[in-house]
């Protein structure tokens, strides 16, 4: 091959692809491969993750920290004057730590499920919680309730 030749050929390749790129990237090909924010968010959810900004993780961080104590204190005193709520929780697969505290919520087991879901997000718990059922009472604290759901 001449060097003649062996140039035509190198410029064939480099207009070829040329021209197949100017293609993939105004036919739209790539377009919707990468998600926005709002689906990105959305998927992660529906795979049972927590999705929250830094900023709102360290407000609630802060906060939690601020008000353990003040919090553990009032649910002490306030399940001396309740009776005690025992529940049967059935953790079914792909179940995530809102449903899980919603629903103890909803049976009195907890006050606030919004704090115990921080709590468990927060220890690490929310990765570890195991399917079967669990008997739980109200007078569980956040860590034994975790650590039942866990083991």
């Known amino acids: 091959m001449n060097k003649a030749r062996l140039q035509g050929l190198s410029a064939g390749i480099i ?4 021209i197949f790129t100017g293609f993939y990237y ?3 090909i790539i377009e919707g491969t990468t998600p926005t924010t709002e689906e990105a ?11 929250s900004l830094p900023i709102e993780e360290a407000k609630r961080t802060v906060r939690q920290s601020k ?3 003040k919090e553990i204190k009032e649910k002490e005193a306030s399940k001396k004057d309740h009776s005690i709520v025992s529940y049967t929780m059935e ?4 179940m995530t730590t809102s449903e899980i505290a919603n629903r103890l919520s909803k049976e009195k087991v907890i006050d606030d499920a919004a704090g115990f879901e921080a709590y468990m997000n927060e220890h ?3 990765k570890k919680v195991q ?3 669990f008997v739980v009472t ?3 604290t956040y860590r034994q309730l975790a650590q039942t759901l866990t083991h």
């Open 15 to 18: 207009l070829t692809t040329t």
């Open 26 to 28: 105004s036919a739209g």
């Open 41 to 51: 968010k959305e998927l992660l959810e529906n795979e049972g993750f927590v999705v």
């Open 67 to 69: 008000d353990a104590d």
């Open 91 to 94: 953790v079914k697969a792909n």
């Open 124 to 126: 690490d718990f929310a």
């Open 131 to 133: 399917i079967g059922e």
């Open 138 to 140: 109200n007078n569980m």
